[in-house]
């Protein structure tokens, strides 16, 4: 799963950034918006540039920035990110930078005369993760619908079987969850093709919580066979971006942000993974 798609079912950003009190006469360095993510021990790929609309423009759609330098910066160390192939974003294409645990990271970013700079340390990852059950078995569903014995909708019974994800959280601190299927090639439906319909496809991302643990039930999953839950422990910036994502209409102007010279957030995300399996029963 490409990391922007995990992060934009999380929380948009832009759209906080985008309601600022800002006006025509405001500087274009100031236009400019950062959202960018570093996962530990995974590939930079997470970084984008926009251009925030204003509350007077009618497309309050942000506008990508295709031409701007961005520089990702671990001490005097300097790796510069080229353009990828979905508009406004950036990746390091090399395979000598890697995203370690304890690490500060400095982002830089220039366009014209905006010059765009933030810091962010990576947290350490999750602590005594696990899964209460290693294998999920799938009831037997009866034509009519549901399990044999039950009635209602079609499938009723797969919200009772389920696993839990579980990690260390004593300081309630956020995290969130991502589960994915290992399965590749063609694979085995849980459901038959008369019912998948009705369901909803298999991609599932959590809020942020609080909490040490996530119930993964049998009818958010999609396919048969092995799947990987990756805990992930959030950083300053974002948990308070995250606290602050519903704005007082009248507070506007003051989105939260760790970027100096522009809006936006850069922050970094440390995982543990843990697998579990679908089965038939």
Same mark, same amino acid.
């Given at each position: 799963?490409?990391?922007?798609?995990?992060?934009?079912?999380?929380?948009?950003?832009?759209?906080?950034?985008?309601?600022?009190?800002?006006?025509?006469?405001?500087?274009?360095?100031?236009?400019?918006?950062?959202?960018?993510?570093?996962?530990?021990?995974?590939?930079?790929?997470?970084?984008?540039?926009?251009?925030?609309?204003?509350?007077?423009?009618?497309?309050?759609?942000?506008?990508?920035?295709?031409?701007?330098?961005?520089?990702?910066?671990?001490?005097?160390?300097?790796?510069?990110?080229?353009?990828?192939?979905?508009?406004?974003?950036?990746?390091?294409?090399?395979?000598?930078?890697?995203?370690?645990?304890?690490?500060?990271?400095?982002?830089?970013?220039?366009?014209?005369?905006?010059?765009?700079?933030?810091?962010?340390?990576?947290?350490?990852?999750?602590?005594?993760?696990?899964?209460?059950?290693?294998?999920?078995?799938?009831?037997?569903?009866?034509?009519?619908?549901?399990?044999?014995?039950?009635?209602?909708?079609?499938?009723?019974?797969?919200?009772?079987?389920?696993?839990?994800?579980?990690?260390?959280?004593?300081?309630?601190?956020?995290?969130?969850?991502?589960?994915?299927?290992?399965?590749?090639?063609? =694979?085995?439906?849980?459901? =038959?093709?008369?019912?998948?319909?009705?369901?909803?496809?298999?991609?599932?991302?959590?809020? =942020?919580?609080?909490?040490?643990?996530?119930?993964?039930?049998?009818?958010?999953?999609?396919?048969?066979? =092995?799947?990987?839950?990756?805990?992930?422990?959030?950083?300053?910036?974002?948990?308070?971006?995250?606290?602050?994502?519903?704005?007082?209409?009248?507070?506007?102007?003051?989105?939260?942000?760790?970027?100096?010279?522009?809006?936006?957030?850069?922050?970094?995300?440390?995982?543990?993974?843990?697998?579990?399996?679908?089965?038939?029963?």
């Amino acid at each position: 799963m490409p990391m922007p798609s995990r992060i934009a079912t999380l929380i948009l950003l832009v759209a906080v950034l985008a309601g600022c009190d800002a006006t025509d006469a405001q500087p274009d360095a100031n236009r400019l918006v950062v959202e960018a993510y570093l996962y530990a021990g995974e590939p930079v790929t997470d970084v984008r540039v926009t251009e925030a609309a204003l509350l007077s423009d009618e497309d309050t759609t942000p506008t990508p920035v295709t031409d701007a330098t961005v520089t990702l910066f671990r001490g005097d160390e300097a790796f510069r990110l080229r353009p990828s192939d979905d508009e406004g974003h950036y990746a390091y294409e090399g395979s000598d930078l890697a995203i370690d645990s304890g690490e500060t990271f400095r982002l830089e970013v220039t366009r014209g005369g905006a010059l765009l700079t933030a810091t962010t340390t990576v947290p350490s990852p999750p602590q005594s993760i696990g899964v209460t059950e290693a294998r999920i078995a799938i009831p037997r569903i009866r034509p009519g619908g549901g399990r044999p014995g039950q009635g209602g909708q079609p499938g009723a019974g797969l919200a009772d079987v389920s696993t839990t994800v579980f990690w260390a959280n004593p300081n309630a601190e956020l995290h969130f969850v991502v589960v994915e299927s290992e399965v590749t090639g063609t =694979p085995e439906f849980i459901l =038959p093709d008369a019912l998948r319909d009705r369901f909803q496809g298999f991609r599932l991302i959590t809020q =942020p919580t609080d909490e040490s643990s996530f119930v993964v039930n049998l009818a958010r999953l999609e396919v048969v066979g =092995p799947h990987t839950a990756i805990v992930y422990r959030v950083n300053t910036e974002y948990a308070d971006l995250y606290a602050n994502r519903t704005q007082d209409s009248r507070d506007l102007n003051e989105p939260p942000t760790n970027v100096r010279g522009g809006l936006g957030l850069f922050s970094a995300f440390s995982s543990q993974r843990v697998g579990f399996e679908v089965v038939r029963d």
